[in-house]
């Protein structure tokens, strides 16, 4: 079954440090997407990302940056001199055919608190 | 890009009564929907996914006649939280997949928070 583990439940750190999120995933499928997400106290999900199987290419999009490793199962996402507007919860998410239907598996998402 | 509504975005309602939540395609057309629930500081959970004209397939665990959903157009999907309790009080994601497009295009509403007093 799939599955996405985000380990992290809280970080914090201190403005303009680096911070990176954890995603580790599971699935049977050869062919799946992998997404970040990003949710503010608003509620309202953020499309950060997506990232097919077939594209291990790391990707860097201003301040952030993401780690495909299949070797791994892990797709990690790093903050670069993170800001305040930062903090919110980010979740991790897989989009596959486990069960004969597409289906997206969220993580249980890391709450990251930036301090000014 | 794709932009997905909901309506209401905040609703209160009383035990016992029942409440619509809708999801609507702005600017495309969605054979798929998909719903969401999440529980305060938790992951969203799928509950149900709507094709357009065809029944809803349910997750386990979640009660078809207590969440009724209708996907009766491309572009509007609606679900109905029967006889609403207290438990019930979630806040409910709608996600619609465009027409065409391979099943990782998913675009996301802005969530609607039931609170069921």
């Known amino acids: 079954a799939q599955k996405v583990t985000q380990a992290q439940t809280e970080i914090s750190v201190v403005e303009k440090e680096d911070v990176t999120l954890d995603c580790v995933y599971e699935?049977?499928?050869?062919?799946?997407?992998l997404f970040w997400y990003k949710q503010p106290p608003s509620g309202e999900l953020v499309f950060l990302i997506r990232?097919?199987?077939?594209?291990?290419q790391n990707e860097i999009s201003g301040r952030y940056s993401w780690n495909f490793q299949k070797s791994t199962s892990s797709f990690n996402f790093t903050i670069t001199a993170s800001q305040v507007v930062d903090s919110a919860v980010y979740f991790c998410?897989?989009?596959?055919?486990?069960?004969?239907?597409?289906?997206?598996?969220f993580g249980t998402g890391t709450k990251l608190q930036v301090i000014p | 890009g794709a932009v997905v509504s909901q309506h209401p975005s905040r609703v209160i309602c009383k035990s016992g009564t029942s409440v619509k939540i809708e999801c609507r395609s702005l600017?495309?057309?969605?054979?798929?929907m998909f719903w969401y629930r999440q529980f305060p500081k938790k992951s969203l959970m799928l509950m149900a996914t709507?094709?357009?004209?065809?029944?809803?397939?349910?997750e386990q665990g979640v009660e078809k006649d207590k969440f009724l959903i209708n996907h009766a157009s491309l572009t509007l999907s609606t679900l109905t939280v029967t006889s609403a309790h207290p438990e019930d009080s979630s806040f409910y994601i709608c996600?619609?997949?465009?027409?065409?497009?391979?099943?990782?295009?998913?675009?996301f509403g802005p969530g609607t928070r039931l609170t069921v007093t």
């Open positions: 998410a897989l989009s596959d055919y486990s069960g004969g239907y597409q289906k997206v598996t």
């Open positions: 600017d495309f057309q969605a054979t798929t």
């Open positions: 996600s619609a997949r465009a027409l065409g497009t391979s099943g990782d295009e998913q675009y």
């Open positions: 990232r097919n199987s077939f594209d291990e």
């Open positions: 709507s094709n357009e004209g065809s029944k809803a397939t349910y």
């Open positions: 699935t049977r499928d050869t062919t799946y997407y």
